[in-house]
């Protein structure tokens, strides 16, 4: 009998011996957002070689995330649906705000220099300029962007119509809410009297030098420029694993960066998603854009006659004001 168990505890440890270690578990996909202001097929050609690249060098699968409009894309980080992304400046904003997002790095100009410009195009030949558009009168069919837009929204609220008293929804015939590209196309094939644009997404048509890019740009005019928007942030879920953040720093910081033929492939890359390398920042990278939001509800106030809400407006500008003239230069 006691042969007969130890032979089977014999047996049993060969088995236990043969059986072989968990497999390790693949690491958990990364979701990246990019906001559409483009048509998604578009971005997907833009941006796919660059997740690409970052899926090779973090070392975990990564998806693209493609919002319909700013709010998904917010909506997608606040309930971890997605881990990093692109944001404008405005959607960025709400992104650290209501979705415990953190700016960890923001775009470059190819051209070299910083920044781009909220516009208002019209149909070249049209006739229609600046003065006669502010006339209101219910004449035009016009375009903006996104409520959480900066160059769409923000920027012309709070320094063209705001300071003139003028609503959008009465002062035109008709206002629609589309992306960067939808207004561009709007514009250039007749279908909107005027809209607001930016100066980026204007570069950005131009290089994809396709006949319907090349005919719409030479059908538009600007009329009106905004002063300069800050280059786009990059934002990650705040609460991020360490290490994928380290790896994901790793490769946004030495993306494009160097004069290797792999560099040199990676600034193609990056050109035709319209930016340089990309280069650190953090949450004060938002303040201009704070700072037009302050403005667009202190000409609201204003226009109002709202005393209280003019005082805290003020105020909250004149902090802002102070927080932006203490910040180091980039």
């Known amino acids: 009998m006691i042969r007969r168990l130890l032979a089977l505890a014999a047996l049993a440890a060969l088995a236990a011996c043969g059986k072989s270690s968990p497999a390790p578990q693949p690491p958990p996909a990364l979701t990246f957002s990019i906001?559409?202001?483009?048509?998604?097929?578009?971005?997907?050609?833009?941006?796919?070689?660059?997740?690409?690249?970052?899926?090779?060098?973090?070392?975990?699968p990564v998806k693209p995330f493609f919002g319909t409009n700013y709010s998904a894309a917010i909506e997608a980080m606040r309930f971890k649906q997605s881990d990093l992304g692109w944001f404008t400046n405005a959607?960025?904003?709400?992104?650290?705000?209501?979705?415990?997002?953190?700016v960890f790095a923001r775009t470059t100009n190819p051209e070299g220099h910083d920044g781009y410009q909220g516009v208002i195009i019209v149909r070249k030949g049209s006739g229609v300029t600046l003065d006669k558009l502010l006339t209101c009168g219910r004449r035009y069919?016009?375009?903006?962007?996104d409520a959480r837009s900066t160059s769409g929204t923000l920027a012309p609220i709070a320094y063209l119509f705001g300071p003139r008293g003028i609503e959008p929804s009465r002062c035109f015939k008709t206002v629609r809410s589309a992306n960067a590209e939808a207004n561009l196309l709007s514009v250039g094939s007749g279908l909107l009297d005027a809209a607001t644009d930016n100066t980026r997404s204007m570069d950005r048509l131009a290089v994809m030098d396709t006949p319907i890019a090349k005919k719409t740009l030479a059908n538009l005019q600007v009329i009106w420029r905004s002063p300069t928007i800050p280059e786009d942030p990059m934002v990650w879920r705040a609460d991020l694993d360490p290490a994928m953040k380290a790896k994901i720093a790793s490769f946004i910081f030495s993306y494009g960066v160097g004069d290797t033929p792999q560099a040199r492939r990676q600034r193609k890359i990056l050109a035709r998603m319209q930016t340089g390398p990309f280069v650190k920042a953090d949450d004060t990278h938002l303040l201009p854009v704070r700072e037009i939001e302050a403005v667009g509800q202190l000409v609201e106030a204003r226009s109002k006659g709202d005393k209280p809400a003019q005082a805290k407006a003020q105020a909250t500008l004149d902090e802002l004001r102070k927080e932006q003239a203490a910040r180091p230069p980039a």
């Open 141 to 145: 069919d016009f375009g903006m962007g």
């Open 91 to 102: 959607s960025g904003l709400e992104a650290v705000r209501r979705a415990g997002g953190e």
């Open 35 to 60: 906001v559409s202001t483009e048509n998604p097929q578009t971005q997907i050609q833009e941006w796919g070689p660059f997740l690409q690249d970052m899926e090779q060098a973090v070392g975990a």
